[in-house]
């Protein structure tokens, strides 16, 4: 095992998990509380040293036997962790209490055995736990075998057509499971490179007669994965209007299943979020009110799991921020970027790089809004640092755009004509580049004129009236992200801001 995993595993526990784990091995006397010194240094450091450790501990036993201490401190912690979400999840539960039936069968109690075996049954069943449902339907097989009141029912028929039953439902949600990944492959990944061979594709999955009736889809997995293939089906297609019917189905069917809600709180929150993101592609459809609800609903979810809270957190920020946008408000944006950035560092090494990178491109769009440039400058350069990836092409290049939008406010002409041609470069590499994403580079590439003339606006209203044309096109409005290009053009030709002008026309 290599020492930073031990690291890694320790950093990843919240602080109720660390609780947890040191009261169990206090109750154990001085062999774990050995461990437990070693535990708690670990987790005093910011990042592994174990030069240091071997220092601290070198008049200490177990130190001559080192790499066997770590590997049993591992193990101990993860048995910790699984007790302590034993604790707070009902399938974690449900587990347990499957292998106390095993000990009872093995020990002839079948009285017991089978009271458990219908707890269990009642409760799986009630939150679709099919897998646990067929081993548990196995051992009440073989009691049909050994425990006589059973054999007086006629039970292994009964079992049988259980079994059946739960298979079925299995075999519906791997169904919808496989369509909704086939095309969320597709979304992330752009397979298909050729458009018209993309949305044959899509359509081809859509057509299909599970996916025309939300009624065949038999459990709560099944619907949620049959509405989650639409919504995604909607998305590529660019139907802002569907993806928010999509997305508002998923929501009220979490709402119908309030018992998921508890055993996927992080999933619910991803939900949430879906929906206030196909909300900014519809904002006449919801208020800012109504989007403060979820938002706060995303905040108040209960997560025991420290690197899921990390993900709940990021999404409620970026949800924060994309309020502001919304309502034209950014009377708290330093504040809540302020928050964004204690968070990024206390928790940096766990939260995970795609969330780094949408937060800050977001941060920078908003800093380019309210005419902030000095700031979205240093929030790009924090994004340049972030390890690169082939995915979220768009972001890269709206981050880039904001840098080369904060040059031009500060007149740098070198500088924007240099990251024009590095920009371009990077297009090339893209599966398509957009109307939209050249005539924003060809525009800005003309900096000496616009910057640095005087009666330009003909010049301006030329690339406003372009831009308005371009914008008519589905697919041109998403190669931008939503970034509201005409409103730039205006601030620049009004010597304001993007929020000025907002504020004016609400």
Not at 183 to 192: D, N, P, T
Not at 208 to 228: G, I, N, P, V, Y
Not at 382 to 387: G, H, M, R, T
């Amino acid at each position: 095992m290599k020492s930073n995993k031990l690291f890694d595993l320790i950093l990843s526990m919240s602080r109720a998990e660390k609780g947890f784990f040191k009261k169990n091995a206090k109750l154990y006397g001085s062999t774990d509380s050995q461990y437990l010194k070693l535990f708690e240094a670990i987790d005093k450091q910011d990042k592994y040293d174990e030069v240091k450790l071997l220092k601290k501990f070198k008049k200490d036993s177990f130190i001559k036997h080192f790499h066997v201490t770590k590997n049993y401190l591992f193990g101990a912690i993860l048995s910790s962790l699984k007790n302590y979400r034993t604790s707070k999840s009902k399938k974690s539960q449900l587990e347990q209490l499957k292998m106390e039936i095993e000990i009872l069968i093995e020990r002839s109690l079948y009285e017991e055995a089978d009271k458990l075996i219908q707890k269990v049954k009642k409760q799986a069943y009630a939150i679709e736990y099919f897998e646990v449902l067929l081993t548990v339907l196995k051992l009440e097989r073989y009691m049909c075998t050994v425990y006589e009141p059973y054999k007086k029912m006629h039970r292994k028929n009964d079992v049988r057509n259980e079994v059946k039953a739960v298979l079925a439902h299995l075999q519906n949600q791997e169904y919808y499971l496989q369509q909704s990944d086939d095309l969320m492959e597709i979304h992330l990944y752009g397979e298909y490179n050729n458009s018209e061979e993309k949305q044959s594709y899509i359509a081809q999955i859509m057509e299909q007669d599970q996916l025309q009736d939300e009624t065949l889809a038999t459990t709560f997995e099944s619907k949620r994965k049959f509405w989650q293939a639409h919504l995604v089906a909607a998305t590529l297609q660019q139907e802002s209007a569907r993806m928010l019917y999509c997305s508002e189905q998923v929501v009220q069917l979490w709402e119908r299943y309030a018992i998921q809600q508890q055993e996927q709180p992080y999933t619910y929150c991803v939900t949430l979020s879906n929906y206030l993101a196909s909300a900014q592609y519809n904002p006449d459809e919801i208020d800012s009110q109504e989007y403060l609800t979820i938002l706060n609903k995303i905040k108040a979810q209960e997560i025991h799991s420290l690197p899921l809270k990390i993900l709940q957190y990021s999404i409620y920020f970026f949800d924060r921020l994309i309020l502001m946008h919304l309502s034209s408000n950014f009377e708290e944006l330093d504040q809540v970027v302020e928050e964004i950035n204690q968070f990024l560092k206390k928790y940096n090494k766990l939260v995970n790089t795609k969330e780094k990178r949408e937060l800050i491109y977001i941060i920078c769009g908003l800093y380019i809004i309210v005419g902030k440039p000095d700031q979205a400058l240093h929030w790009s350069l924090a994004f340049e640092q972030l390890p690169k990836s082939t995915l979220q092409s768009f972001i890269y290049f709206s981050v880039e755009l904001f840098s080369v939008f904060a040059h031009f406010q500060h007149k740098n002409i070198e500088v924007v004509l240099s990251k024009i041609r590095s920009i371009q470069r990077q297009l090339k590499k893209q599966e398509k580049v957009y109307a939209i994403q050249k005539l924003v580079l060809q525009m800005l590439s003309k900096i000496e004129t616009l910057a640095f003339t005087y009666n330009t606006k003909d010049l301006w209203l030329d690339y406003i009236q372009k831009f308005e044309e371009l914008l008519k096109i589905p697919e041109e409005q998403y190669a931008l992200g939503n970034f509201d290009i005409v409103t730039w053009i205006k601030a620049q030709m009004e010597h304001s801001t993007m929020a000025e002008i907002y504020k004016k026309s609400s």
